[in-house]
């Protein structure tokens, strides 16, 4: 019996990691593509984007109406590819996070340039239907700036909640 709840835990374990990967690789497609709502849907309906230079967008549609933005729309229309790293996943229980990069591409007319290049802090927590759902995403320029490097550390500190 030991075995067995071991192996059930090991496997619920492996598919959170999949799950909370493929939501992470699932957003730059999304804003990429201009669908807003699918991207919005990711966070919970509480969840916070930290948005290093622009801003702090609370809640779904507050997220919604960034990516549907003249900022961003522009940006895709140009041609943009917002590109994000694998993932180190740190699972407690039904909460996560997950520590990466991300990296905005754009299309100059006869090549891709770099836009922006960002460490990213994810929490996540388990939905009541069993879904992964961001609770925040931090998002900050690697240009040198201290911020950037604690959301990269190995041992956060305690982050705000969604409500605060």
């Given at each position: 019996?030991?075995?067995?709840r071991?192996?059930?835990?090991?496997?619920?374990?492996?598919?959170?990691?999949?799950?909370?990967?493929?939501?992470?690789?699932?957003?730059?497609p999304?804003?990429?593509?201009?669908?807003?709502?699918?991207?919005?849907?990711?966070w919970a309906?509480d969840?916070?984007?930290?948005?290093?230079?622009f801003?702090?967008?609370?809640?779904?549609?507050?997220?919604?109406?960034?990516?549907?933005?003249?900022?961003?729309?522009?940006?895709i229309?140009g041609?943009?590819?917002?590109?994000?790293?694998p993932?180190?996943?740190?699972?407690?229980?039904?909460?996560?996070?997950?520590?990466?990069?991300?990296?905005?591409?754009?299309?100059?007319?006869?090549r891709?340039?770099?836009?922006?290049?960002?460490?990213?802090?994810?929490?996540?927590?388990?939905?009541?239907?069993?879904?992964?759902?961001?609770?925040?995403?931090?998002?900050?320029?690697?240009?040198?700036?201290?911020?950037?490097?604690?959301?990269?550390?190995?041992a956060?500190?305690?982050?705000p909640?969604?409500?605060?």
């Amino acid at each position: 019996m030991e075995a067995e709840r071991s192996l059930a835990a090991r496997l619920r374990e492996l598919e959170d990691r999949e799950a909370i990967r493929n939501l992470i690789a699932s957003y730059g497609p999304a804003a990429d593509r201009g669908d807003a709502a699918a991207a919005a849907a990711l966070w919970a309906e509480d969840g916070l984007y930290d948005v290093g230079g622009f801003g702090v967008y609370r809640g779904q549609g507050a997220l919604e109406a960034m990516l549907r933005g003249k900022s961003h729309q522009t940006l895709i229309a140009g041609g943009a590819a917002h590109v994000l790293s694998p993932v180190e996943v740190r699972l407690e229980g039904d909460t996560a996070t997950a520590i990466g990069y991300s990296c905005v591409f754009c299309w100059t007319g006869e090549r891709f340039e770099v836009y922006r290049v960002s460490a990213n802090r994810w929490r996540l927590r388990r939905g009541a239907g069993g879904n992964w759902q961001v609770e925040l995403r931090e998002n900050r320029l690697l240009n040198g700036d201290a911020d950037a490097l604690v959301l990269l550390s190995a041992a956060p500190p305690d982050l705000p909640a969604p409500g605060e």
